[in-house]
T-cell receptor
């Protein structure tokens, strides 16, 4: 079963607008990661936020983590058509020292020129 | 280019058959992960190996098996294939115990 659930399932915006995607999860985690997948391609890592961090930035990406609510959000600012892809959150909740990343269901983002 | 190589890229086979998917991790990465992505099930974690040993198991069917060899490449064996096994199978590798995964481009399996 999926650990994370992304919301919304699909998002359609215009270039230049901001896109916000949310992820909720069920159990305690070591870290949470966001990945991007272009249609039919391999996933690409975007950003990792540890359980003791609340916010992290990378370029046009901003990720927040609220462990009390078991949720995270990914904000893409000033979106571009090239940002069109599916975005997945993944949680690392293994306590044996080796991570077992469990992916959410993904948000399909469409950015129109 | 993630540095993770998967072969074959596409595979078409019939029900009841057996296939082997191969993965070469990034140079130096000791961990290899296998994931299955289908339209109705999303991205499902199958199994993880670290330096030749199985470390974590997910939703892997008994008809499926995997191993990691001394040179760190990994193979995923799928047997008695069913129509529902049609999916994209991804391999990923990582260097440390926790951190980002580097994904290959996947092997698309079609079972007819």
């Amino acid at each position: 079963s999926q650990q994370g659930e992304e919301d919304p399932q699909a998002l359609s915006i215009q270039e230049g607008e901001n896109a916000t995607m949310n992820c909720s999860y069920k159990t305690s985690i070591n870290n949470l990661q966001w990945y991007r997948q272009n249609s039919g391609r391999g996933l690409v890592h975007l950003i990792l936020i540890r359980s003791n961090e609340r916010e992290k930035h990378s370029g046009r990406l901003r990720v927040t983590l609220d462990t009390s609510k078991k949720s995270s959000s990914l904000l893409i600012t000033a979106s571009r058509a090239a940002d069109t892809a599916s975005y997945f959150c993944a949680t690392d909740r293994d306590n044996t020292g080796f991570q077992k990343l469990v992916f959410g269901t993904g948000t399909r983002l469409l950015v129109s020129p | 280019d993630s540095g993770v190589t998967q072969t074959p890229k596409h595979l078409i086979t019939a029900t009841g058959q057996r296939v082997t998917l191969r993965c070469s991790p990034r140079s130096g990465d000791l961990s290899v992960y296998w994931y299955q992505q289908s339209l109705d099930q999303g991205l499902q974690f199958l199994i993880q190996y670290y330096n030749g040993e199985e470390r974590a198991k997910g939703n892997i069917l008994e008809r499926f098996s995997a191993q990691q060899f001394p040179d760190l490449h990994s193979e995923l064996n799928l047997s008695s294939l069913e129509l529902g096994d049609s999916a994209l199978y991804f391999c990923a590798s990582s260097g440390g115990a926790h951190g980002e995964l580097f994904f290959g481009e996947g092997s698309r399996l079609t079972v007819l």
